[in-house]
Nanobody
Framework: QVQVVESGGGLVQAGGSLRLSCAAS?????????MAWYRQAPGEQRELVAT???????NYTDDVKGRFTISSDSAKNTVYLQMNSLKPEDTAVYYC????????????????WGRGTQVTVSS
């Protein structure tokens, strides 16, 4: 299995910044195809915020374009989400998702989620 752990959430005032981190680890050799950040506000469905491929190509939902930046460190199997100009409507639990393959002679695809980190933006 591949474990995913997020960190960096917290309480911030509107207009402030936070940086989320997400690290993937496993006792097996694995490769990552893509990493993503999702968020889920109370009473809402989980929504995609940003993705980044192993080649480094980022994509963002329209709500966060120009404010959030996703980046990754392949050597550390870690993805980051720099969130600037935060708004109260950004308040949610942020989840990290990692897709790739475990390698043990054959490749075994995985799709792993972290437990989430709370981001609260006060007005």
């Amino acid at each position: 299995q591949v474990q995913v752990v997020e960190s960096g959430g917290g309480l911030v005032q509107a207009g402030g910044s936070l940086r989320l981190s997400c690290a993937a680890s496993s006792g097996s050799i694995f490769s990552i195809n893509a990493m993503a950040w999702y968020r889920q506000a109370p009473g809402e469905q989980r929504e995609l915020v940003a993705t980044i491929t192993s080649g480094g190509s980022p994509n963002y939902t329209d709500d966060v374009k120009g404010r959030f930046t996703i980046s990754s460190d392949s050597a550390k199997n870690t993805v980051y989400l720099q969130m600037n100009s935060l708004k109260p409507e950004d308040t949610a639990v942020y989840y990290c998702n990692v897709k790739g393959s475990r390698i043990n002679v054959l490749r075994f695809p995985f799709d792993s989620w972290g437990r989430g980190t709370q981001v609260t933006v006060s007005s």
